[in-house]
């Protein structure tokens, strides 16, 4: 690898799991040069699986959960049983190289929306990934007056990192704002495969459609007020962009900040 390559190579340090061959997470090493907004993502790779000590050749898109403050970077994954990457990157061990191009890529970050009101963050799955930097770094906390994080998942055990976002109440720095506003996250955990004690068990494009989110948040998504993100699977980013393009969201343009930002996974 020479200077001047479009990677570097990284070290992975922590692999966690999360629902066995389904969801994990890593943490690699970062390059000192390496900058990015919360809310980017990062481009990963891999050699091929029969050349181990080769230049990377795979390459996916990878959300940063670590925030741009932190001295590692994470990644919180699926794992595709027929993919060419995801099983892969499960089998990391820490001291395995984990590649990582130079740029940081993406749109999904506070620099779409003007600051106030309140920020609605809309997840399916994996999708969780990118809040989680936008809601580790500080500055999201202060630019909005509310923060609704609405995670969309299968089942229970895949509401990876819970532990942590329920724990932000009682963290050095937010505690203050709790204090004031004890609603200032309301985070809303949603399964659609069994029943979670005092949630539907609905998609969450059904609980826009029928007010029922706004209900469980007992905030109004209201274009003049929210401001939405919208990030996982493209069938709910779909049906959710038409249920809040109804109600009058739109994403920006040419520099004029709009209420809804989006980002697909695949
Ligand atoms: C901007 C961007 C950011 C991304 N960030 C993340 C992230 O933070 N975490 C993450 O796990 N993936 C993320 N992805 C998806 C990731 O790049 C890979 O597609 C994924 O890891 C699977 O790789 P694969 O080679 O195993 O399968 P692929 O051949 O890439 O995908 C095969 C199929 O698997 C399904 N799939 C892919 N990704 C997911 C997913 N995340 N959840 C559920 N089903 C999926 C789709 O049906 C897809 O067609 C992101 C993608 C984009 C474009
Ligand atoms: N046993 C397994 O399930 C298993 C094991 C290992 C790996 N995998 C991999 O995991 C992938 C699925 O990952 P995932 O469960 O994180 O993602 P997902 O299929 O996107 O599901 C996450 C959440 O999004 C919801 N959703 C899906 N489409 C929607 C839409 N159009 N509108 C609103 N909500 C929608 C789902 O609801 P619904 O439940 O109603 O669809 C679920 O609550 C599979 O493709 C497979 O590759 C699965």
Redesign the pocket.
């Known amino acids: 690898m020479t200077d001047d390559s479009k990677y570097t190579c990284q070290t992975v340090t922590h692999v966690h799991t999360w629902v066995p061959?389904?969801l994990f997470s890593v943490r690699v090493t970062r390059d000192d040069a390496y900058a990015f907004l919360p809310g980017q993502f990062a481009r990963v790779g891999l050699p091929e699986a029969d050349a181990p000590g080769g230049d990377p050749t795979l390459w996916r898109a990878y959300s940063m959960v670590s925030a741009p403050h932190e001295p590692w970077l994470e990644f919180y994954s699926?794992?595709?049983?027929?993919?060419l990457f995801s099983p892969r990157m499960a089998r990391l061990q820490p001291g395995d190289s984990l590649y990582v191009e130079k740029a940081p890529y993406g749109f999904l970050t506070l620099e779409r929306f003007a600051p106030g009101g309140d920020l609605w963050l809309l997840a399916?799955?994996?999708g969780l990934s990118a809040y989680l930097s936008i809601l580790r770094d500080p500055a999201a906390w202060r630019a909005y007056r509310r923060i609704i994080l609405v995670h969309?998942?299968?089942t229970a055990a895949?509401l990876a990192y819970r532990e942590e976002i329920e724990s932000w109440r009682r963290q050095p720095g937010l505690a203050e704002l709790f204090a004031t506003d004890p609603q200032k996250l309301i985070y809303l955990p949603?399964?659609?495969?069994e029943p979670l004690p005092g949630m539907p068990q609905e998609?969450?494009?059904t609980l826009i459609a029928d007010g029922r989110l706004e209900q469980l948040a007992g905030q109004s998504l209201d274009p003049e007020h929210a401001k939405v993100m919208l990030c996982?699977?493209p069938?709910?980013l779909?049906?959710?962009r038409k249920l809040l393009g109804e109600r009058g969201f739109k994403p920006g343009r040419r520099g004029i900040p709009g209420n809804l930002a989006v980002e697909n996974y695949w």
């Open positions: 061959d389904k699926i794992v595709v049983p027929e993919g399916s799955g994996t969309g998942v299968r895949e949603i399964a659609t495969r998609r969450l494009t996982g699977n069938a709910m779909a049906d959710a």
